[in-house]
């Protein structure tokens, strides 16, 4: 169900995990989407957007105004100010939703949508169980591209992240990886492994990984055809590292068991704590610990369930 097929503006600083969200939300309301980069001249680029005013001359690309949105979808810290500019010049004439704490007064939009982990409040909030992502059962269902894994009916897939301002990942971390996928292999014979690492995972780790697990394994190097929706079509079950809170969210979407494999906290993050809580309690998610089991919970479909709120305050204002 679309707005009239309304123009929708998507604004992030271009990560891919922030266009998932944005776009992930937008297409449950509109057809008419628009991805707009936001680059900042310096210090709005480095400093949180309630300490300095918001003017044209900020932004690095020039906003094409040819075409004037209707919604502005926003993720992330840098698109705050695009959105805060947006509002300042046409006001009501556009409805703006921010995805994620903006670190400003929530009333600075119409709609903020947070995940529960954030502990953010407000009358004009809406909160979601994990990260909202692009992906739909459409989008699964159709995907049919040629990947070179022999066994998609016995799949275990292995989803890897890599060092964060939060998490380790050191060769250490990447050998004990290794050592699971082998217990695993050898506890489960007929069972197929698929290893995915991301685009925080560095070179040395991939290297590692390749040379260690590729006998026994499809560990896929990032140059061949990204196995990642494969994955998440034809996977029996998920082993996810913690820091990897956006994939987890995802694999959720599919209601197969994901495990959970717990990276050592450099700096404890109590958010990232409360994501890991709040999906062990709605039995979601496992914590890792060397075996395979089934078990059943509600598939995650978060962005149509907001879009579906949001559309009826849209279309009411």
């Known amino acids: 169900m679309y707005i009239s097929n309304q123009l929708i503006w998507t604004v992030t600083d271009g990560s891919q995990g922030m266009i998932s969200q944005v776009n992930g939300l937008a297409q449950q309301i509109s057809s008419n989407i628009v991805q707009i980069k936001t680059d900042l001249i310096f210090p709005w680029s480095k400093l949180q957007p309630n300490l300095l005013p918001v003017y044209k001359w900020i932004f690095k690309t020039n906003l094409d105004f040819t075409s004037k949105p209707k919604v502005v979808i926003s993720c992330g810290r840098k698109s705050v100010y695009t959105s805060l500019y947006l509002k ?49 059962k459409k989008i699964i269902n159709d995907y049919n591209d040629k990947i070179e894994i ?11 992240g890599g060092p964060n301002q939060h998490y380790e990942f050191s060769n250490k971390v990447v050998y004990d990886i290794i050592k699971q996928v082998k217990i695993l292999k050898t506890k489960y014979k007929n069972y197929f492994f698929c290893v995915i690492p991301s685009r925080r995972t560095d070179n040395s780790s991939m290297d590692i990984l390749i040379k260690e697990l590729s ?17 998440l079509k034809f996977s029996k079950y998920f082993i996810v590292t913690s820091d990897s809170t956006s994939m987890i969210s995802e694999c959720a979407f599919t209601g197969k068991p994901i495990y959970v494999y717990h990276l050592p906290f450099k700096r404890i993050s109590s958010r990232i704590t409360n ?16 075996t395979l089991d089934n078990w059943k919970y509600t598939p995650l479909n978060e962005a149509e369930r ?8 849209i279309l009411n204002k």
Request: aromatic letters at 12%; charged letters at 20%.
């Open 88 to 136: 300042k010049i046409f006001r009501k004439n556009i409805i703006t939703i921010h995805i994620q704490n903006p670190k400003v007064n929530s009333n600075k939009f119409d709609f903020v949508i947070v995940p529960n982990h954030d502990n953010f409040d407000g009358t004009n909030i809406y909160t979601t169980t994990g990260a909202i992502h692009q992906f739909t």
């Open 275 to 290: 994501f890991h809580t709040e999906f062990e309690k709605l039995r979601i998610t496992r914590k890792y610990d060397n």
């Open 150 to 160: 022999p066994n998609k009916e016995n799949l275990v897939s292995i989803i890897i």
């Open 215 to 231: 006998n026994i394994a499809f560990v896929w190097n990032k140059k061949s055809k990204n196995p990642y929706l494969f994955s």
């Open 306 to 313: 907001i879009a579906g709120i949001l559309r009826s305050r």
